[in-house]
């Protein structure tokens, strides 16, 4: 889990108090508020599912519940780019977990995590639907067709470039936005 | 309103979106194929070029999207329909062949026949779609209008017929259309093949006033995309037999549950919806009578077995997306407890064309106990993939040799897998096999929702059913026990059969389990995940011996039983691509300048093999990973 950012905490409950109050507060929107929080947010801090809990009055192991049992539901930042590998089957058929291995050695993150700095998240998805072009990869919502390690390169030397800040500048922000595992 | 009356209205509204599309044919119309798989090729690129030739030679033509035809192998495609000639399909468009359609096709007049994949249009110059093998094969029922047809625009489905059976129906008794399902014995195409005229007739008889139509879009197979693509090619299709269910079995309200994954199904029937209803085909007092229904799109929050029908039901209540025991069965006590009816997209879209061509018609295709057409998504080792329509009864054989064309490079066909993860591997003794749901349920496959993926030499069977037993262990909602925790054993025997570990009894347990998690599931999620498990076992037994007894990987894909290798005497000198393609520097120069690999930074990612130029071919893979003794001294 990353740590948040400065301001961020103020900004997830000002948006959890946003939701609920748009919402009559029964069990049966539990789905709806983590929608809506999602959509606002880009994913479900644990805060904000703790607050949800407290708001719609259901035990907090629901709301985990509900947030991990849907895959919809994303625990972690989105980070600046988003990589999904397809691992649809004709994906993994044509070498997908090979190319997301080398997304994970690149990004030096696992399947469903954020980088550090925020720069990438990397996530696994079942399927894109175009398993013509397998195996595939969606970088920032756009569809690349068979991505081999070598295009991982590619891609990745594209991403690198987009780094804020002057050129050479390993790692992202400083303050407060570097954080370890909790 | 009397039975001519509303006839009339409907016929009226026919015409007019008639002369509405006639206005619209006498310029030349291009087509572009803008369905996910179109889009992820590139569509809107080739959109973008065809506007802009078309304002550059200020010609009137006019650029329209449409969803997906069902060729997805040579995407991105679009169609040219110029008054005066045939409607011709161009595949693998780029912007240079764009440019050319547009200066000699649209603005000279040479359909640039070289460049086309097929006509659309019986003529004397060019064959059609219907002269390949695939062609006469292919029947067409409710992908008729696929990629064909405007779907942002209600008037060209109501132009080709669309809505006639619901003025026709309207016009008759509810117990017509029940009727009529019921002589066609349609059956659900959500992969059990249940029969919709009993299911609906159940509802019926319920009795309650308030009863649900639900349409099942959450179609969760990694590697089908039937649901998804007639949802965005053809949407009213699936609404209209919709309405047509609802008024057979007395229902004012229906949802139809598509994946949050599907962002262009959601928006394109969203739109139909609201269009259907300025139409006065839905809402209330539906064509002026007092038949009232109207329907509203749920999203799923993306789960698998939120395709089971309770555990759908369950999602839709807020509730976590789990199955109930039945009975009750949902046309007992379904969504908010009320009597439901829950179908397939693809069966819903059968029901407009059954009652206004008629059961007799719909039972002319296919076998006799499977009536119509089975849709496939025809993808892995095959050279046509796509989206394909055939009837009932046609084998596997023809299925992957005459309509998908085969596989590619002439490579060896292995294996056949249908049914996505419910469903099983079949070989090659099998392919006579035809098609309907009792035969493959015989072979030990399911029918499915229809994904089929085609495997070769380089697949191996073990890995392969890792894989979908991977998927269905993460999907498991962890109700019952067998399905929790055994398919994560039977995970966990897999992933040891792909390291070499284990031995025949190890096999021997796998099987087991796989019967007790089969027998001991409530919901088919459960019952069927060690379908893949078991068909590879008995079809495939020997690949799974070579992994324990030899530690070898006969499909050489198992990583952990096979190494990298350069070749000596293939290797030259003169070429350094692999050392620059390594991810790792695991690729070093030998004093003698030729290649090799330092087995312990080789992390196995194929990229030295992919990148070795054709004319060497020097790295290979062996299996079991052990190196040519002679050859590495050699090296060193």
């Known amino acids: 889990m990353l740590q948040l950012k400065e301001g961020e905490k103020e900004e997830i409950l000002a948006c959890v108090k946003e939701v609920l109050g748009e919402n009559s507060k029964t069990h049966e929107n539990l789905i709806p508020v983590l929608q809506q929080v999602q959509k606002k947010l880009g994913y479900l801090p644990v805060l904000a599912m703790e607050k949800i809990a407290e708001g719609l009055d259901v035990p907090a192991a629901d709301v985990f519940g509900l947030a991990t049992f849907y895959n919809q539901f ?68 756009q569809v690349e067709g068979k991505v081999t390690p070598t295009r991982v390169d590619g891609i990745m030397l594209e991403l690198e470039a987009d780094r804020d800040g002057p050129a050479g500048e390993e790692s992202g922000p400083k303050e407060g936005g570097n954080s370890e595992q909790d | 309103m009397n039975k001519t009356d ?77 008054p005066g000639y045939p ?29 086309a994949m097929a006509a659309l249009d019986r003529n004397d110059e060019f064959p059609t779609f219907e002269d390949f093998p695939r062609g006469v094969y292919e029947e067409k029922m409710i992908l008729e209008h696929c990629g064909l047809t405007d779907f942002k625009k209600i008037e060209s489905y109501i132009a080709n017929g669309g809505y006639e059976a619901l003025a026709k129906a309207l016009s008759e008794d509810p117990g017509f259309v029940l ?33 649900y139509v639900i349409c099942n879009g959450d179609e969760g197979d990694p590697g089908a995309f039937m649901d998804r693509s007639v949802l965005e090619s053809d949407p009213h299709l699936v609404i209209e037999g919709m309405i047509l269910c609802a008024y057979a079995v007395g229902s004012h309200q229906g949802y139809l549950y598509i994946r949050a994954e599907y962002p262009r199904a959601v928006e394109h029937v969203r739109e139909a919806i609201k269009q259907a209803r300025e139409k006065g085909l839905l809402g209330s007092s539906i064509l002026g009578t007092d038949f009232s229904f109207d329907l509203e799109v749920f999203q799923g929050s993306g789960a698998f077995i939120c395709g089971e029908a309770t555990a759908l039901v369950n999602s839709m209540e807020g509730k976590m997306g789990m199955p109930e025991s039945r009975p009750p069965r949902l046309v007992e006590q379904g969504f908010r407890g009320k009597p439901t009816v829950l179908n397939n997209v693809k069966t819903f879209a059968y029901v407009p064309l059954i009652i206004s061509r008629g059961a007799d018609w719909f039972k002319s295709t296919g076998t006799s106990e499977s009536p119509g057409t089975a849709v496939f998504s025809l993808v892995g080792k095959i050279n046509n993939t796509g989206l394909v329509e055939v009837p009932m009864g046609t084998t596997l054989r023809q299925l992957i040799e005459e309509v998908g064309d085969g596989l590619p490079n002439g490579r060896e066909f292995k294996a056949v897998q249908i049914g996505g993860p419910s469903g099983g591997c079949l070989p090659e003794s099998s392919l006579d096999v035809p098609i309907d749901f009792d035969s493959l349920h015989e072979a030990g496959a399911i029918m499915g929702s229809g994904g089929l993926v085609v495997m070769d030499q380089d697949d191996c069977m073990v890995s392969v059913a890792r894989y979908f037993l991977e998927f269905t262990q993460h999907e498991s909602c962890g109700k019952c026990t067998f399905c929790r925790l055994g398919t994560k054993h039977m995970l966990d025997i897999l992933t ?19 019967e007790d998690v089969r027998d001991g599931s409530l919901c088919n999620l459960g019952r069927t995940a060690p379908n893949p498990v078991l068909t590879t076992l008995r079809y495939f037994y020997d690949e799974y011996r070579a992994h324990v007894e030899e530690g070898r990987c006969p499909a050489l894909v198992c990583r952990d039983l096979i190494l990298y290798y350069i070749k000596p005497p ?65 090296a060193k």
């Open chain 2, 570 to 634: 293939k290797c030259s000198k003169l070429c350094n691509v692999c050392v620059g393609s390594c991810p790792t520097e695991a690729i070093y120069t030998r004093e003698d300048g030729l290649k090799a690999i330092d087995q312990d930074k080789c992390v196995k990612c194929d990229n030295c093999r992919k990148a070795c130029p054709d004319e060497y071919d020097a790295v290979i893979k062996l299996s079991p990973p052990e190196l040519p003794a002679e050859k590495e001294r050699k």
């Open chain 1, 74 to 141: 994303r625990l972690n930042p989105p980070g600046k780019h988003e990589v999904k590998v397809c691992l649809g089957t004709a994906c993994y058929m044509t070498g997908g977990d090979i190319t997301l291995e080398s997304f994970e050695r690149r990004m030096e993150i696992k399947e469903s995590e954020t980088s550090p700095d925020r720069h990438y998240s990397l996530e696994r998805v079942a399927c894109v639907g175009c398993c013509s072009l397998a195996p595939v990869v969606v970088v920032d919502d």
């Open chain 2, 6 to 82: 509303l006839l009339k209205r409907y016929e009226d509204m026919k015409e007019e979106a008639r002369q509405s599309i006639q206005a619209r044919q006498e310029k030349s119309l291009v087509l572009i194929g803008t369905a996910t798989c179109g889009l992820a090729a590139g569509a809107m690129q080739v959109k973008e070029d065809f506007i802009r030739e078309i304002e550059t030679k200020g010609l009137e033509a006019e650029v329209i999207e449409v969803g997906c035809i069902g060729h997805c192998y040579a995407e991105p495609l679009a169609i040219i329909a110029k």
């Open chain 2, 179 to 211: 009727e009529e399902v019921k002589e066609a014995n349609l059956r659900g195409r959500g992969g059990a093949g249940f029969p919709a005229g009993k299911k609906w007739e159940a509802c019926l008889n319920n009795g309650e006033n308030e009863k």
């Open chain 2, 496 to 514: 040891d059969i792909t390291r070499g570990e284990g031995d025949l009894e190890t096999l021997e347990l796998l099987k087991e389990l796989s």
């Open chain 2, 87 to 115: 409607a011709v399909c161009y595949g693998n468009l780029d912007e240079g062949l764009v440019h050319r359609l547009v200066e000699d096709f649209l603005a000279g007049d040479d359909p640039s026949y070289e460049y």
